[in-house]
């Protein structure tokens, strides 16, 4: 177990997390050209450049993969905030004094965003750089109309991409619902996917294929972590089984996005008796599991007859309001809220030189500041690195390419740089930098490319050393974590928040809510030193996969326990009517988990029958019931990963992650 380095935090860095987008850059650098024809076209010459690049932003929003009705709302917002981001731009030209004004609104309330979430943190990033490039491009030459005219017509134009939208939803949800079932695919994505379909209602036969999916998935994230410890014979036979049930499982998955028919699964009722034989007697927990795979196979192969029912419902997740939200994050202890001070003081000093000179190497610098300042030392390290060294690719590149071809054909060739910065963004981060930046060196109106490329590089360098001294001065955030101590602490927080919902009181919305409070808490600090831990040490994948399945597992289990927390508030007499079995089964195993929490975790061995798996996902369920059986399913798996995290000594490791 060895530090990183900087060539290998380069290499991890580098790594692809998804696949090019092809189509999405094909259709980004059409609509671009269609928008700068019509502003031609309407008379909006002096708005060409703005309009482009806005329709280039609103096709991003808009070819993100959600269902329409999560794009539509995203898209309006996007709209509203570019419209605001140039008039805010245009009257910040009046005086210095405004202008600050409007920096550090856009800069501290754009960047607090994070305290929501890291999708909700990205989101109000991306307004802040529709701000920054607004302050770049506004000039008095046009007047508040037209600048409002320059940021619509774009979302006009890009609404075209709407109509195959709307005729591809339906296989896009299918897409989703059944993303458990792809071998591929993490529990990550799981939980990913379920924060994107909650509140969007389903067809019921949709709904119950996603929750089998996500029991499956939990079932086969840890038959991987078990198979691994396992002797080879026996690893063998195991294996043997998983690799079935991940074919029928595949099988499942495309014959419900296709209405196929039901898969014949006889492979699996052999593949299973043959694991009986080989464990009979030594190994519940590895026929257990493999019973789990079996019969959830076979459940989810049952809604492929078409006979279920045809009812609407909806995935409930957690819902935190506003005020709670700032009251359990908005503190100067929160890392995110002192990344945006540290954030909007860096932004402000920088934009304050770019309102007096518009130069190239002061705009160049403070982009530097904006891409690299990140909310803890390491991350900013981790960025600097990276976009420092793929600066230097790039600039390689666009000096090569400035020998090769002609000066009139380097404009094609940006242009060729723009739609390959789009194919590759987010997906190839690395290779989008490079793209963006050759298209940055081979258009900049002032110098050789030669020129342009050197400055491009010492610029984002200088840029990159401001933003680590504001990282390393400015309310530091060099916190040391112990992981395995944190680990226990959110787990422990989260049997509160469960107890606290099992518990009809008098005050039963206002302790549900401060057991919320410290779940999401020590939630985000968790998150936080997992990170921490993937940043700092080299090999370490089986621990990694390890923790980051704990804490998914755990953020399933309190957005599980919110809706049926909202259930509860609304009739509290359901948990008596409907769910007595359950609740009393949930409350015990809770409480013989919590002992070894409490006292010496090396100690964790629970009782075979606490953790005998149940299978009875029932979609006749009521829903009160359907939460009750996936919140005990989850704490099992908890359970379970826990147990390997004592015998593999995952937990005994990271105890000061600086």
């Not at 210095?96 to 305290?115: D, G, H, P």
């Not at 619902?177 to 591929?184: D, I």
């Not at 195991?238 to 099988?251: G, I, P, R, T, Y």
């Not at 190994?283 to 492929?304: A, R, W, Y």
Request: one cysteine or more; glycine letters at 6%; a positive charge.
């Amino acid at each position: 177990m060895e530090k990183k380095g900087v060539i290998s935090r380069f290499k991890i860095l580098a790594r692809p997390t998804g696949s090019p987008k092809w189509g999405h850059a094909i259709r980004a650098i059409i609509l671009m050209i269609l928008a700068g024809l019509i502003a031609h076209f309407l008379g909006f010459d002096r708005g060409i450049g703005v309009i482009m690049f806005v329709t280039l932003l609103a096709s991003i929003i808009i070819d993100i993969s959600l269902p329409i009705r999560k794009v539509a709302i995203l898209a309006i917002l996007g709209l509203f905030m570019t419209v605001l981001a140039f008039l805010s731009a245009y009257l910040a030209l009046s005086s210095l004094e405004i202008f600050i004004f409007f920096t550090v609104i856009w800069a501290f309330f754009t960047t607090s965003l994070y305290i929501f979430g890291a999708a909700e943190g990205s989101l109000g990033f991306t307004f802040f750089l529709i701000y920054f490039v607004a302050v770049l491009m506004v000039n008095t030459g046009s007047n508040p109309v037209e600048w409002c005219i320059y940021s619509v017509l774009p979302y006009l134009v890009v609404s075209i991409l709407f109509i195959p939208k709307i005729w591809l939803e339906k296989r896009k949800i299918r897409e989703m619902v059944t993303v458990g079932f792809n071998p591929q695919s993490s529990i990550q994505s799981v939980f990913i996917t379920l924060k994107i379909l909650s509140g969007v209602s389903l067809k019921s036969n949709y709904y119950d294929i996603f929750k089998l999916g996500s029991y499956l998935k939990g079932l086969r994230t840890y038959s991987d972590l078990i198979a691994s410890r396992l002797p080879l014979k026996s690893k063998e036979c195991f294996n043997n089984f998983l690799k079935a049930a991940d074919k029928f499982s595949l099988k499942v998955s495309n014959n419900f996005k296709s209405n196929g028919d039901m898969v014949d699964l006889k492979e699996i009722d052999d593949a299973l008796l043959e694991v009986e034989s080989c464990f009979s007697g030594n190994n519940n927990v590895i026929f257990e599991l493999s019973q789990g795979i079996k019969d959830i196979l076979n459940k989810s192969n049952k809604l492929l007859s078409g006979t279920s029912k045809k009812d609407v419902k909806k995935i409930e997740t957690s819902k935190i309001s506003f005020k709670e939200v700032l009251e359990a994050n908005f503190n100067i202890n929160n890392i995110y809220i002192r990344h945006t001070i540290r954030f909007t003081l860096a932004m402000t000093i920088a934009l304050i030189l770019v309102y007096f000179n518009h130069e190239r190497s002061v705009i160049w610098v403070t982009m530097g500041i904006l891409i690299i300042l990140k909310p803890d030392i390491t991350s900013t390290v981790n960025n600097l690195i990276s976009r420092v060294g793929f600066n230097l690719f790039a600039i390689i590149i666009a000096i090569i390419i400035s020998f090769i071809f002609p000066h009139y054909v380097l404009i094609w060739l940006a242009f060729i740089m723009l739609f390959l910065f789009r194919a590759f963004f987010p997906g190839y981060m690395g290779l989008s930098i490079m793209a963006i930046t050759v298209f940055i060196v081979l258009v900049w109106p002032t110098g050789t490319v030669f020129e342009n490329a050197i400055a491009r590089l010492v610029d984002i360098s200088i840029g990159g050393i401001i933003a680590f001294i504001f990282a390393y001065v400015i309310l530091p955030s060099r916190v040391t974590v112990n992981l395995p101590d944190q680990l226990i602490k959110t787990i422990k927080a989260n049997i509160n928040y469960a107890n606290q919902v099992l518990t009809i009181s008098k005050n039963y919305d206002s302790n549900i809510l401060k057991c919320f409070k410290k779940y999401i808490g020590e939630d985000n600090n968790l998150e936080a030193g997992i990170k921490k831990l993937e940043d700092t040490f080299e090999d370490i994948n089986d621990d990694l996969k390890l923790y980051n399945g704990l804490m998914i597992l755990n953020k399933k289990v309190a957005a599980d326990l919110t809706a049926a927390s909202a259930i509860l508030s609304k009739d509290p007499e359901k948990l008596q009517q409907d769910s007595d079995i359950h609740v009393n089964k949930l409350k015990d195993m809770l409480h013989k988990f919590e002992v070894p929490l409490n006292g010496d975790i090396n100690q964790l061995k629970l009782n075979p029958d606490v953790l005998k798996m149940d299978h009875s996902y029932d979609p006749q369920n009521s829903e009160l019931e359907q939460l009750l059986n996936w919140i005990t399913a989850d704490i099992q798996l908890i359970i379970k990963g826990m147990e390997i995290a004592v015998e593999t000594g995952a937990l005994s490791r990271y105890n000061k992650l600086d």
